[in-house]
C-alpha cells in the first residue's frame, strides 16, 4: 500500500510459514476446511523457496514466527494465552516467545545504556548482568545501583527494532487494503483501522519515557489495591531506548510448577489476576493491556507484580459504565437492559428491533449459565457477542479493541493457573461494587456538582460570555441578511440578463 516492497513482505510471509511448516500448525490449531487448506498451501507453495528458514532447533511454528521478526513475535504473545483456541500443545511452545528470545550481547546493551543516559556504566552501577530475559521488543538486565546498593531492571530496547516495527505495519495496511476490497463486508469491522489502533499501541513500547511515564501513573493509580504491586521508576536512569525500575523478586507466573512447589494457592492467585484486572478497568479506567504470563511475577508472599508497561488501556468513565452495565446485564440475565444499553450508547443502530437484539443477546448468554466452571470461557462469549451485533450492524468500536482483548489474555493467563476459574463468580462482587458505586442517584447527584463545580469556575465570566454570544448572534443574522441581499441581487441580475437576451434575440428574428 505504501510501496511495492510490501508484497514482497506478504509473500515472504507466506513464504516463511510454508518452509518452516507453521502453515500447516496454523491451519491445524484454528480447525481450517480442507477447502482453505488447499488453497492455502496451492497459493504458497510455488514461493516456499523465498521464505526464510529460521531455527531448526525451534518447533516450527516458533521457528516461523522468530524467522519473521518482532511484530510477528508480538501475536504469538498473544495466542500463547488462549489454549482453548490453539490447543493446550501449542500453547506451551509460544510460551517461549514471551521472555525467552534470543538475546543481544551484553557489550551492546552497555553501549545503549551509556549513549542512552550519557554515562559510564562501571561507575553508576556495582553489578551489571547478563540479559536475565530477551522479548520482542527488548531485553532485561539485573543490575545494582552503586550509590544506593538497591537492585534495578534495567530494560534497553533491540537494536533496530524500531525500522522492523515500520517495515511490518506497512505490510499489514497493504494486507488490510487488500481485506476490505476483495470483501466489502469486512469494512464493518475496520481492518486498518484495527491495523491502525494496534500500532499506535505497540509503538507506544518503542519511546521507554512514555512506558516509564505510564508505569508511575499505574503504581499511583493501583496503590490501594491489596495483592498488586508495580515497581517504581529510576528517572534518572530512564531515557528513550533505556528504563529502569525496581527488580521485583518473584517466580513467572510462566512457572506453574515452581508456584504449586511454593505453596502459593493457585486458585487465589488466579482470582486475583481476573478480579484486579476487572476492577482497574472499571474503577481506575487505566488497565495494563498487556497482561501476558511472562509480564507478571509472583512475589513470595504471594502478590501478583506487574511488568512491561508499553501497551496500557483506557476507559472514559461513560464507556465503564456502559461496559458495566453490559456485564452485570449479562450476570444478572438482563438480556433487555444489555440490549438497551447498546441503543442507548449508540453501539447498535436505532433502526434495529430491540426485541429481537435482546432475544439474540438471550442465546449468547444463556448457554454459559449452563457449563461447569471450567467450560465457562470469555473467548467464547466474545466470539458469540461478536456474532450477534455483526448481525444488527454493530461497527468495530475503536476504544474497546485493547479491552476485549485483554480480557480474553487475562482469563487465559488465569485459566493457566487455575484451570477451573469462574469468571462470573469473579467478576460480579467487581461489577456489583461499581454499579452501587457509579450508576444510580448517587452516582447522579456526583454528577450534577460535578457538572456545578465546572459551571462554578466561570461565574465571573458567565455576563462576558453571554453579551459575547448574543453580539456574534446579531453578527451571524447580519451576516445572514448581507448573504440574502447579494443572493436576490445575483437572481435579479442572471434575469435581467436573461429578458436582454431573450429581447436581443426577438430584435433579431423581426
Known sequence: M??????????????????????????????????????????????????????????????????????????????????????????????????????????????????????????????????????????????????????????????????????????????????????????????????????????????????????????????????????????????????????????????????????????????????????QALNDGLFHADMHQGNLKIAPNGDVIALDFGIMGRLDEYTRRVYAEIIYGFIKKDYRRVAEVHFEAGYVPRDRDIDEFASALRSVGEPIFGMSAGDISIGRVLNYLFEVTERFGMETRMELIHLQRTMVVVEGVSRSIYPDINMWDVARPVVEDYIRTNIGPRALLRDIARAARVVARFGPRLSQMAEDALANQAVEQEQVARNTSLLFGLLWFGAGALAAALVGWLVLSI
Open 2 to 279: 505504501r510501496g511495492p516492497h510490501n508484497i514482497w513482505r506478504l509473500i515472504q510471509t507466506g513464504a516463511t510459514l510454508q518452509r518452516t511448516g507453521a502453515m500447516g500448525v496454523v491451519l491445524e490449531a484454528f480447525d481450517a476446511p480442507v477447502s482453505i487448506r488447499i488453497v492455502s498451501r496451492t497459493l504458497v507453495w510455488p514461493f516456499a523457496w523465498l521464505g526464510k528458514k529460521g531455527d531448526p532447533s525451534l518447533p516450527p511454528l516458533l521457528r516461523g514466527l522468530s524467522a519473521l521478526g518482532s511484530v510477528y513475535v508480538k501475536f504469538g504473545q498473544i495466542l500463547s494465552t488462549r489454549p482453548d483456541v490453539v490447543g493446550a500443545d501449542l500453547s506451551r511452545q509460544l510460551k517461549v516467545l514471551q521472555d525467552k528470545m534470543p538475546p543481544f550481547p551484553r557489550s551492546v546493551a552497555i553501549d545503549a545504556v551509556e549513549r542512552e543516559l550519557g554515562i559510564r556504566v562501571e561507575e553508576v552501577f556495582e553489578e551489571f548482568s547478563e540479559p536475565v530475559a530477551a522479548a520482542s521488543i527488548a531485553q532485561v538486565h539485573k543490575a545494582r545501583v552503586a550509590t544506593t546498593g538497591r537492585e534495578v531492571a534495567v530494560k534497553i530496547l533491540r537494536p533496530g527494532v524500531e525500522r522492523e516495527f515500520a517495515r511490518d505495519f506497512d505490510a499489514f495496511y497493504l494486507a488490510a487494503w487488500i481485506i476490505e476490497s476483495l470483501s466489502p463486508a469486512s469494512r464493518r469491522l475496520h481492518p486498518s483501522g484495527v491495523i491502525e489502533h494496534f500500532e499506535t499501541s505497540v509503538r507506544g513500547e518503542l519511546d521507554l519515557r512514555r512506558e516509564s511515564a505510564l508505569a508511575a501513573e499505574f503504581e499511583a493509580s493501583t496503590g490501594g489495591d491489596a495483592g498488586f504491586r508495580v515497581p517504581a521508576v529510576h528517572w534518572n536512569l530512564s531515557a528513550r531506548r533505556v528504563m529502569t525500575l525496581d527488580w521485583a523478586e518473584g517466580i513467572s507466573a510462566n512457572d506453574i510448577e515452581l508456584i504449586e512447589a511454593a505453596g502459593h494457592d493457585r486458585k487465589a492467585i488466579g482470582e486475583r489476576i481476573l478480579g484486579l484486572f476487572i476492577k
